[in-house]
């Protein structure tokens, strides 16, 4: 059965100048439901990630680069958590999960914004990919960046690309999949302690062969012929 969420308005400024029907505004990559809370967590490239009541469709908190054009809209920068010192915004992110330890992990790609108004802030900009998992202080309003892999600053893909945990230790695959420019994907393997264990590349051509949905799969569940 389909839930119709109630549509929500904002008095303080008027909700056209971030909605722009024709033009990828908001471009949601991925969605994971967080059963803690019924809820529903969404990742807009564009943006920020947010979190969503299931039942009621109220916005609950967004996580996101706080120097770009949404956060100039007072309702939407009331429900944005603030990050701890040190920790990176997600920024172009993909692949939002929770993990075992009930963080919400995502690929955090440091593209900028590149579909916003024309003399918006597109937001911070990175030169690297990580993998970021973050806890979350809802009642607080903040939110802190737990856990960060980004290959010593070494690997950027820019899109699409995903970080999923391969079992309930902690082990992640990580898929680079537009690494040097677009040429290549890159599979990298991380242990419980984010030690790599193994990193194969090959050959690409943009998004054609590795996206944001790489998925682990255990040894013992492989059967070969």
């Known amino acids: 059965m389909s839930r119709r969420w109630p549509r929500r308005s904002c ?3 008027s909700a056209a100048a971030f909605v722009r029907p024709g033009v990828d ?5 991925a969605a994971t439901y967080d059963p803690s809370d019924d809820s529903v967590i969404v990742s807009s490239r564009e943006n920020f990630v947010l979190k969503i009541d299931y039942a ?3 916005l609950l908190w967004i996580l996101g680069d706080p120097t770009k054009y949404w956060h100039t809209f007072p309702s939407l920068a009331a429900r944005s958590l603030t990050l701890g010192s040190g920790g990176l915004y997600p920024i172009g992110q993909h692949a939002v999960s929770i993990a075992h ?3 919400l992990m995502l690929m955090n790609d440091g593209l900028a914004s590149v579909n916003q108004p024309a003399g918006a802030p597109a937001g911070e900009a990175r030169g690297y990919s990580a993998v970021s998992a973050y806890t979350i202080d809802a009642a607080g309003r903040g939110a802190t960046e737990a856990r960060r892999f980004d290959y010593g600053q070494s690997v ?3 899109v699409c690309s995903s970080a999923y945990e391969a079992a309930a230790d902690g082990s992640v695959l990580v898929d680079y999949a537009v690494a040097d420019n677009a040429t290549h994907a890159r599979l990298v393997g ?3 302690g984010q030690n790599v264990v193994f990193d194969f590349e090959y050959p690409t051509t ?3 062969t590795s996206w944001n949905d790489a998925q682990p799969i ?3 569940a492989m059967r070969f012929q």
């Open 11 to 13: 008095t303080c400024r």
């Open 25 to 29: 505004w908001f471009h949601m990559n």
């Open 56 to 58: 009621s469709g109220d």
């Open 101 to 103: 330890d009930g963080s």
């Open 156 to 158: 950027f893909s820019s």
């Open 190 to 192: 991380l242990d419980p």
């Open 206 to 208: 943009g998004c054609n």
């Open 218 to 220: 255990s040894f013992d």
